[in-house]
């Protein structure tokens, strides 16, 4: 198991670096989801995982934590109830309707908890559009792994043109779209819009999610449809190039493969692949929506450490 050293932060001022400790943290899933976002979280130097939860008590999620040397559980939101005090930080990967229970369960607790189902509990998220923090609340939602991708094109279109009409449709390979995924496709599909109505102003919008079947598997990829009447050409890719380019400081695999303006019709397409020790590349859904809970967790525990914001050092 990793050593949990208090580690060096810049402030905000410029004057140096402070020692934190790294906020203590309990992931609850163990899927496919949950296990990246294991290794992400023993990857960094601003987080300290104290307990993964689980229901199976088979799952390969618990296998690979207990592997890296961390305590691990099969009896779920329960174990981290029970701890002796509560964690800084818990991340639910588990499901919509799960997540609703689990937030009333640990909103008197105090902590943060990062929400990566499509429940629309908490406050939205998307780090590049948002920052990295709720504004007003400990409740966390990261939308969904196609709102993650999609949000960033879209805010960036709608504040520079004219958007009437927003499409996003999400592609994703059958093999790494587990139970909970197929179970919250309604909540999917109604978040993604409401999210992409809240980031444009646009109230005519629709999101759509593929699960595909392909063989080999296809790498996860979202294309933004938008009606833009008058769209310069270059003044869009300008504006999708620059909201990308941002995405990539904390998703190194998220790449726009196409962008074109016909009449008033613009297309964006997307594709991101997975950066990450424990998911095949193709995997980017995951890979997108993992890496924006753990930048809300290590900002999260840079606060704890400086109460004012922070820039992390070294990860």
């Known amino acids: 198991m990793r050593t949990h050293d208090p580690v060096a932060v810049s402030g905000a001022t410029g004057t140096g670096a402070d020692l934190v400790r790294p906020a203590t943290v309990a992931v609850i899933g163990t899927g496919a989801i949950g296990r990246d976002l294991i290794s992400k979280v023993h990857r960094s130097r601003l987080l300290d995982l104290r307990l993964v939860a689980g229901r199976n008590p088979d799952s390969a999620g618990l296998r690979h934590a207990a592997q890296l040397g ?40 105090g902590t943060l908890v990062i929400d990566l189902t499509p429940s629309r509990v908490g406050e939205m998220v998307v780090p590049t559009v948002t920052g990295v923090s709720a504004a007003t609340g400990r409740n966390v939602n990261l939308i969904s792994c196609g709102g993650q991708a999609s949000v960033p094109i879209v805010h960036a279109l709608a504040t520079r043109f004219p958007v ?16 909970a995924t197929r ?79 016909a009449d008033d ?49 070294g990860r």
């Open 183 to 261: 179970l919250n496709l309604d909540e999917y599909v109604a978040t993604t819009g409401h999210a992409l109505t809240a980031f444009s102003g646009v109230s005519d919008v629709k999101a759509i999610l593929n699960i595909s079947p392909a063989v080999p598997p296809a790498t996860f990829r979202t294309a933004v449809h938008a009606r833009i009447p008058g769209a310069d050409p270059a003044a869009v890719r300008a504006a999708v190039d620059g909201a990308a380019e941002r995405v990539r400081s904390f998703a190194p695999g998220y790449a726009v493969t196409a962008c074109t303006v």
């Open 265 to 313: 019709r613009v297309t964006v397409a997307v594709q991101v692949t997975a950066d990450s020790d424990v998911l095949p590349a193709y995997a980017g859904n995951l890979d997108i929506i993992n890496s924006a809970a753990v930048m809300v967790a290590e900002q999260h525990a840079a606060r704890l450490g400086r109460d004012v914001p922070v820039e992390v050092v």
């Open 70 to 109: 961390y305590p691990t559980t099969a009896a779920g939101i329960d174990a981290v109830l029970a701890a002796s005090r509560p964690f800084d930080v818990v991340l639910d990967a588990t499901s919509a309707a799960s997540h609703r229970e689990h937030w009333r369960l640990l909103e008197p607790l």
């Open 164 to 179: 009437a009409y927003l499409e996003v449709v999400s592609t994703v390979a059958s093999d790494i779209a587990g139970r």
